[in-house]
Each structure stands twice: as structure tokens, then as C-alpha cells.
């Protein structure tokens, strides 16, 4: 089974500051990776799939990198609207079960 | 666009059931593999189960195999969860999402709470 880490737990961040999430898999994931942003009593939001490519509607500020194993999602700078929490997810081809990082927290600093 | 939107939540008793629904649409739902997720409140996302595009394949985490059934209604484009047994840790917002082509899409929730 396919452990997916993130870190840090808590990023603290100012507002206009760069903010960088890592996202590690405990063994090679491909490609097969996905980020979301969540805010309280709202459903996931996509952000990136394909490890690097931005869902449609999605800022420029946001990028996202990495196959195999590491795997960062960038914030370029910061808004007041970015502060939220932030999941990584691996979906595995076959058999089609998906993997969650346990969320880091983006917060103002 | 793209929309899928959960149904059928609500209290349950312990060793009680409810059926959760997904209707999908804007796009071919026959074709697509679909999947539950799940958040407890303040916790992290678990996936939950797997349901292929024509109904012949389940895939079902632990934490609810022999519990849980998925399955789907490709002519009313509308995806179920049955929840048996429930147990208070499966108190938790329960989504429906699209297999990712190439990537996933995911509804608003359903909340499945139970009471005391």
C-alpha cells in the first residue's frame, strides 16, 4: 500500500510570501498525483492534476512539480483567499484505489 | 459541465443503514469508473470505494468491506452507495467522484451523522 506524506503539518505564511507544500510517496506514483485546496464546510478543490498541470480556472500563482516520489505544490504569493487546507492525492491505474495525504495547513502568519 | 451531486444523508442509528445516491451529469457516465470518498469531521480524506464504468468491477477499502455496497444505474446516470452496520466512525461527509480523465471531479457531500 502506497503511503502518501506531506510536510509541513502548519505553514505559517504572510500574505504576498511564497509558500511551498511537499508531497511524498513511499514508492513511485508516476504522474498519478493531484492537489486540492479545501476551506471549512467546502468540498475539496482541484487545483493540479497530472502532477503539474493546472485545472481549468485555477491562478497562475499556483504550480505544482515532481514525479516518482516528491512532489511540491507552489504558491507563488500568497492572497488572503489561499489560506486553507491543502491535500495531496494519488490514484493508482489499477487496481483504481486513491491514497490522501493527511493536509497541510496553510496559515497566517 | 461536469456535475455530480450527492444525496441521502442524514442520522442513523448504530448497526442502522442508509443508501446514498450521485446523480451525474455532463458527461458519459456509462464510461467512467466511479468512486466514494469520505471526510470525518476535522479529519483528512478516505477513499472509500470503486465502482467500474459498466458495474462488473468494486474495489472497497477495510475500514468498510462487507459493510458497504457500491454500485450504479447506468440508465438513470446515478451512482449508490448502500451503508450497513454503520458504526459512529463512519459518521462523516461522504462524496462521489469521477475517475480522473484525465482528472477527477468531485461532488459537494452528502453528511451521514448518527445520533446518540
Known amino acids: 500500500e502506497i503511503v502518501m506524506t506531506q510536510s509541513p503539518a502548519t505553514l505559517s505564511v504572510s500574505p504576498g510570501e511564497r509558500a511551498t507544500l511537499s508531497c511524498r510517496a513511499s514508492?513511485?506514483?508516476?504522474?498519478?498525483l493531484v492537489w486540492y485546496q479545501q476551506k471549512p464546510g467546502q468540498a475539496p478543490r482541484l487545483l493540479i492534476y497530472g502532477a503539474s498541470t493546472r485545472a481549468t480556472g485555477i491562478p497562475a500563482r499556483f504550480s505544482g512539480s515532481g514525479s516518482g516520489t516528491e512532489f511540491t505544490l507552489t504558491i507563488s504569493s500568497l492572497q488572503s483567499e489561499d489560506f486553507a487546507v491543502y491535500y495531496c492525492?494519488?490514484?493508482?491505474?489499477?487496481?483504481?484505489?486513491?491514497?490522501f495525504g493527511q493536509g497541510t495547513q496553510v496559515e497566517i502568519k | 459541465q461536469v456535475q455530480l451531486v450527492e444525496s441521502g444523508g442524514g442520522v442513523v442509528q448504530p448497526g442502522g443503514s442508509l443508501r446514498l445516491s450521485c446523480a451525474a451529469s455532463g458527461f458519459t457516465f456509462s464510461g467512467c469508473g466511479m468512486h466514494w470518498v469520505r471526510q470525518a469531521p476535522g479529519k483528512g480524506l478516505e477513499w472509500v470505494a470503486f465502482i467500474r464504468s459498466d458495474g462488473s468491477t468494486k474495489f472497497y477499502a477495510d475500514s468498510v468491506k462487507g459493510r458497504f455496497t457500491i454500485s450504479r444505474d447506468n440508465s438513470r446516470n446515478t451512482l449508490y452507495l448502500q451503508m450497513n452496520s454503520l458504526r459512529a466512525e463512519d459518521t462523516a461527509v461522504y462524496y462521489c467522484?469521477?475517475?480522473?480523465?484525465?482528472?477527477?471531479?468531485w461532488g459537494q457531500g452528502t453528511m451521514v451523522t448518527f445520533s446518540s
Open positions: 514508492q513511485s506514483v508516476r504522474s498519478n
Open positions: 467522484a469521477k475517475d480522473p480523465t484525465p482528472e477527477p471531479v
Open positions: 492525492h494519488h490514484y493508482n491505474n489499477w487496481p483504481p484505489t486513491w491514497t
